[in-house]
């Protein structure tokens, strides 16, 4: 079987198993049905991607499948039960599972040899890592933690996400300190600024998207460092763009209520 024609078979069966779990009514066992989907994932991408995976850093590429998975699934469980949602959530989870089969493929073969679509595949992950930290942001603050379990919580998820996506940049085949030690300090950051949210009265989905914006400059400037073009104009235009949102978020707070 082509690698395309595996492609498509992941894709289908995930979705069939998605579109599955939303018909089961009680709650652990839909828990118990997302941890199966992503066990499903793992060893389908395994299987899609098994000529370029070996027993070193190409790992990495599974793990933002698994993270899309376990983040859109999550996600789900906190949206109102409606099939004006559930079927393009589907949609998007269908689309999104081909997309990444498609990048992580990229990414494996890429770390053996260069190939021409590299740069498309890096803003397909760089975006889809971005969707993926929103979702698994707003789960966790859904959860309505203490501040130091949220932020610990943080800490963990987007150290697993910048890993995978700091090494996106380099695609070596083994670990090395400026990877790991940025990826530390990204995370730690993010999770730091989970302390600002306990002091500011927004929303879930506000305090939410505050985070995957801070991850956004973050994993922009960090990429940009690791290959070298990490320039005045592109700091500029990161920071930029953080410090625009905030503003506007910043100024659409209720801080009356608070």
Not at 115 to 142: H, P, Q
Not at 216 to 236: C, I, K, N, P
Request: include cysteine; aromatic fraction near 14%; proline fraction near 2%.
């Amino acid at each position: 079987m082509s690698k395309r024609k595996r492609f498509v078979v992941t894709s289908v069966l995930l979705s069939l198993g998605f579109f599955v779990i939303q018909f089961i009514d009680i709650q652990t066992y839909k828990f118990i049905g997302m941890g199966v989907l992503c066990l499903l994932t793992l060893v389908l991408f395994i299987w899609s991607l098994r000529e370029g995976l070996g027993k070193n850093l190409t790992l990495l590429t599974l793990i933002l499948p698994v993270s899309f998975t376990a983040s859109v699934g999550l996600f789900w469980f906190l949206l109102p039960a409606s099939w004006l949602l559930r079927i393009p959530v589907i949609l998007f989870f269908a689309a999104g599972t081909y997309a990444l089969s498609l990048t992580s493929n990229i990414f494996t073969v890429s770390a053996i040899r260069t190939i021409a679509l590299l740069r498309a595949a890096k803003g397909v992950g760089f975006l889809l890592t971005l969707v993926v930290m929103f979702l698994i942001y707003d789960t966790i603050f859904s959860l309505r933690t203490g501040m130091l379990i949220t932020s610990s919580l943080v800490f963990l998820s987007s150290l697993i996400l910048f890993l995978q996506g700091f090494w996106t940049v380099i695609l070596t085949n083994y670990f090395s300190n400026k990877l790991v030690m940025i990826s530390i300090i990204t995370s730690l950051v993010v999770s730091e600024s989970v302390i600002s949210i306990y002091f500011w009265p927004v929303t879930v989905v506000v305090g939410s998207l505050f985070l995957t914006i801070v991850s956004y400059v973050l994993l922009g400037l960090g990429q940009a460092m690791l290959e070298g073009r990490l320039f005045r104009q592109t700091v500029r235009e990161y920071l930029l763009v953080g410090t625009v949102v905030f503003i506007v978020m910043f100024l659409s707070t209720h801080w009356a209520g608070s």
